[in-house]
């Protein structure tokens, strides 16, 4: 199972960035290739994209919420990944948010069958550059939370530019599907 890790820097600060990122909805806003992210319930999540131009459905938990740092998640049903984001306070005004995501080659939204790794990052940077721009167009205003996670979005303000960055691995499973256990380090 790979292991793909990128991040941007995003001139918003940590609660409101964090507060945007629980909002699902907003998610095929900004991610190659995601038609809907649907909130089933207070932890339940059904994605829709398209891989290898036809559509797939998947499950997913949210198995972390760290109130204003980080939300962690794997797939149920469906497609076998997991998947984690973190906001990191830089300064007054800035955040960094970094995605990490595990999965099998070729298995993320608009991977086309054959897919590297690598290219799989690509979209990652795609998404991660297009999720910069939204919030940044947004401002703090739109970053309320969808309150799906429960109360407790307290985290300090953050700074700095934004190019994506990235860190691809190849991680041996040893404890089972990456759906078996919450992602993150």
């Not at 990235?166 to 919450?182: T, W």
Request: aromatic content about 6%; overall charge negative.
């Amino acid at each position: 199972m790979a292991r793909i890790e990128q991040s941007i820097d995003v001139n918003l600060p940590a609660r409101a960035l964090f507060n945007q990122l629980t909002r699902f909805d907003d998610y095929s806003e900004f991610m190659v290739n995601v038609d809907q992210v649907s909130q089933v319930d207070d932890t339940h999540l059904r994605w829709t994209t398209s891989m290898a131009n036809r559509p797939v459905v998947w499950d997913a938990v949210v198995t972390t919420d760290e109130a204003a740092h980080r939300i962690a998640w794997h797939g149920t049903g469906g497609i076998d990944n997991a998947g984690e984001l973190e906001v990191r306070p830089l300064g007054e005004g800035a955040s960094r948010v970094v995605f990490t995501v595990r999965m099998e080659s070729g298995e993320f939204p608009g991977a086309m069958a054959g897919d590297t790794d690598a290219e799989t990052s690509q979209h990652m940077q795609q998404s991660l550059a297009r999720l910069k721009n939204f919030v940044e167009t947004q401002g703090e205003g739109a970053g309320a939370s969808c309150g799906m996670l429960g109360p407790g979005n307290v985290a300090s303000a953050a700074s700095t530019s934004g190019s994506p960055t990235e860190m691809l691995e190849d991680e041996p499973n040893e404890s089972g599907p990456a759906g078996s256990r919450p992602a993150g380090r």
